[in-house]
C-alpha cells in the first residue's frame, strides 16, 4: 500500500495523484515497476531491505526505474535494482534529469548506471548515505555541477564515480572499496573537491585526467607508501592520483576515515 492523498497499489499511480510538495509513503513489499517523476514530491520507503522498486520485463533502450525531471525531489529508504538476468545493457537505476534533488538512504544496484545525470548544467543535487553496489558505473555525472556526494559506500562497481565535464562538486567523507577504478576524472572537469575519503581494495584507486584545477586532500590511500614522521596523522609526501602530471593528494590521511563519523 502507497499512502499519499489515499491508498494506491502502485506507486506510479500515487505520484500521478500527488501534488507539488506531497509526501508519498511507501509500505513494505516489492514493486515490480519504473517510475517517472514529473512533479516536486517526497518519496519515501520504509526502508532499503523492506522496500524495493524492480523491473523485471524485457529491457529496451535506456530503461530506468526511476525518472526524476521535477525539481525539488527526495527518493528515500528504497532497494532499487535490476533482476540479475536483466542488468545488463541500457539499465539505469535513477536518472537525475533536474536540480535540487535528495537521494539518500537507498540501495542501488545491477545497473548499467547506478545513478546517472543525462544533462549538462544539471545542480545542486545531494547524494548521501546511498550503498551504491554492483553496478557497471555507480554514479556518473556528466555535465554537472555543484552537487555533493557525501558519506556513501560505493562499492564492487566498475566505475564507482565518474565526473565527465563537470564542476564545482564536492566529495568527500565516502567510501570507495572493491571496485576497478574508485573514481575517474575526466573531460575538462574542473574545480571538484574530493577530501576525507577511504579508498580500499580498488584495481585503481583513482585517475584524473584533467588539468591540475581538481582539489584532492586528506583522502585514505589503501596503497599510500609514505611515512609520518611527526605523528599528525597526514603522510608527509604527497600521493599520487592517476592520470594527467601534478595530479596529487597533498595531505593523504595514514588512517581511513570511517563513513559513520
Known amino acids: 500500500m502507497i499512502e499519499g492523498k489515499g491508498s494506491y497499489s502502485s506507486i506510479q499511480s500515487a505520484i500521478e495523484n500527488a501534488s507539488n510538495g506531497d509526501v508519498i509513503w511507501v509500505a513494505p513489499g516489492t514493486y515490480y515497476e519504473t517510475l517517472v517523476i514529473n512533479k516536486s514530491i517526497t518519496l519515501v520507503g520504509s526502508g532499503a531491505e523492506k522496500t524495493i522498486i524492480t523491473y523485471t520485463d524485457t529491457i529496451t533502450k ?46 542501488i544496484s545491477s545497473c548499467l548506471y547506478g545513478l546517472y545525470t543525462t544533462l549538462h548544467n544539471i545542480s545542486n543535487n545531494f547524494i548521501s548515505y546511498n550503498i551504491i553496489k554492483n553496478n557497471t558505473f555507480g554514479i556518473s555525472l556528466y555535465g554537472a555541477n555543484n552537487n555533493i556526494i557525501f558519506k556513501n559506500n560505493i562499492s564492487y562497481n566498475t566505475k564507482g564515480l565518474s565526473i565527465i565535464g563537470g564542476k564545482h562538486n564536492r566529495i568527500f567523507k565516502n567510501t570507495f572499496s572493491h571496485n576497478y577504478r574508485g573514481i575517474s576524472v575526466c573531460c575538462s572537469s574542473a574545480n571538484n573537491t574530493i577530501s576525507n575519503n577511504t579508498f580500499i581494495f580498488n584495481n585503481i584507486n583513482a585517475e584524473d585526467y584533467s588539468k591540475n584545477t581538481n582539489l584532492w586532500s586528506y583522502n585514505y590511500w589503501d596503497n599510500y607508501n609514505g611515512i609520518d614522521k611527526n605523528k599528525d596523522g597526514i603522510g608527509d609526501i604527497p600521493y599520487t592520483i592517476t592520470g594527467s602530471e601534478d595530479n596529487f593528494d597533498r595531505y593523504p590521511r595514514m588512517e581511513p576515515f570511517s563513513i559513520l563519523n
Open 62 to 107: 535506456d530503461t530506468s526505474i526511476i525518472k526524476i525531471n521535477a525539481d525539488n525531489t527526495t527518493i528515500k529508504g528504497f532497494t532499487i535494482t535490476f533482476s540479475s538476468k536483466n542488468s545488463s545493457a541500457f539499465t539505469h537505476g535513477v536518472v537525475l534529469n533536474s536540480n535540487n534533488n535528495t537521494i539518500s538512504n537507498n540501495l
